[in-house]
T-cell receptor
Framework: KNEVEQSPQNLTAQEGEFITINCSYSVGISALHWLQQHPGGGIVSLFM???GKKKHGRLIATINIQEKHSSLHITASHPRDSAVYICAVYTGANSKLTFGKGITLSVRP | GAVVSQHPSRVICKSGTSVKIECRSL??????MFWYRQFPKQSLMLMATSNEGSKATYEQGVEKDKFLINHASLTLSTLTVTSAHPEDSSFYIC????????????FGDGTRLSIL
């Protein structure tokens, strides 16, 4: 069993829809990263959080430490949101990350 | 936000060639840099962790003589794929961190390596 599980694996949405991507982990963590990877390969850090909720533009990330679960929400989705969304957790004293497999999101116009 | 520059973005070369990839942190001191490899539709696989001024720590199964890592300054780490073969073709991506607990990793744009 992977230490970081993401669901669903693939997701297709219509432009404008509210989207939720989930991440569950089975290890103790110090923080969690939501990352976005576009088809070209570059990775952008969306959020790093260790508790509660963060919001940036149309993106909202929440984490429940007790339940070992985090969600990434996209409001008013747009085709440019199409990408792979990766959940990764910090588990040690250093900055080493453990990655989920990522979710491929396609937003149709 | 913090910027990490990775160069080159794409390399196509013949089998047997050695290829050097550079990873630079442009606006912060990167005490720790990470090198990852990613196969199509797979997640990132950590190859090695490098701390400035010391030898890199390689993950199990990664050949240190094959993938040479140098982290001689707080802003630059290099990965050299020595005597590359077609099976080394992959997407390589670096990230940089200030190395302290809970400091985020900042990722480069990656290098797509194709060995003919």
């Amino acid at each position: 069993k992977n230490e970081v599980e993401q669901s669903p694996q693939n997701l297709t949405a219509q432009e404008g829809e509210f989207i939720t991507i989930n991440c569950s982990y089975s290890v103790g963590i110090s923080a969690l990263h939501w990352l976005q990877q576009h088809p070209g390969g570059g990775i952008v850090s969306l959020f790093m959080l260790s508790s509660g909720k963060k919001k940036h533009g149309r993106l909202i990330a929440t984490i429940n430490i007790q339940e070992k679960h985090s969600s990434l929400h996209i409001t008013a989705s747009h085709p440019r949101d199409s990408a792979v969304y990766i959940c990764a957790v910090y588990t040690g004293a250093n900055s080493k990350l453990t990655f989920g497999k990522g979710i491929t999101l396609s937003v149709r116009p | 936000g913090a910027v990490v520059s990775q160069h080159p973005s794409r390399v196509i070369c013949k089998s047997g060639t050695s290829v050097k990839i550079e990873c630079r942190s442009l606006d912060f001191q990167a005490t720790t840099m990470f090198w990852y490899r990613q196969f199509p539709k797979q997640s990132l696989m950590l190859m090695a962790t490098s701390n400035e001024g010391s030898k890199a720590t390689y993950e199990q199964g990664v050949e240190k003589d094959k993938f040479l890592i140098n982290h001689a300054s707080l802003t630059l780490s290099t990965l050299t794929v020595t005597s590359a073969h077609p099976e080394d073709s992959s997407f390589y991506i670096c990230s940089a961190s200030q190395g302290l607990r809970n400091q985020p990793q900042h990722f480069g744009d990656g290098t797509r390596l194709s060995i003919l």
